[in-house]
């Protein structure tokens, strides 16, 4: 039985409320939920680098769970959860380390930071055939 808690609370549940929140059309919902599949991603890139030293830590099971169900729970959505931990922790060290900065730029929206002319300018010595050169 705990071993459907974690697909059913961690899969399963937010599968269901992350339609729930595109079908609504709610920006926090969709925000809230998006922020929670970023961390799952984390969490399971984590576990997947980790395997071999976690295969020994058996409490992780248990507090990978524990983790889950407090970035899932509802209750906790205002003051903790999933979109508190993405705002206090994990936006401020991409941002920081300008790991986002070159797609987006939040008051432009998604773009690229270099300018038309680089683009145009790169092109061009691609299709010229100069990297070739060399």
């Not at 729930?20 to 984390?42: D, F, N, P, V």
């Not at 979109?83 to 380390?97: D, G, I, L, M, S």
């Not at 773009?111 to 790169?122: H, V």
């Amino acid at each position: 039985m705990f071993n459907l808690a974690e697909p059913v609370i961690g899969i399963l549940y937010p599968l269901r409320a992350s339609i729930i929140a595109i079908e609504t059309g709610s920006r926090s919902r969709i925000r809230k939920w998006l922020s929670y599949w970023i961390l799952h991603s984390m969490i399971t890139l984590f576990e997947l680098s980790f395997a071999k030293v976690l295969s020994w830590a058996f409490i992780w099971p248990n507090m990978k769970l524990i983790l889950i169900c407090w970035l899932v729970i509802p209750n906790f959505s205002i003051l903790m959860g999933s979109a508190y931990v993405y705002e206090q922790f994990v936006r401020p060290f991409f941002v920081k380390h300008r790991l986002v900065g070159v797609w987006h730029e939040p008051e432009k929206g998604l773009i690229f930071s270099c300018k038309l002319e680089d683009i145009l300018a790169a092109w061009k010595y691609i299709s010229e055939g100069k990297w070739k050169e060399g």
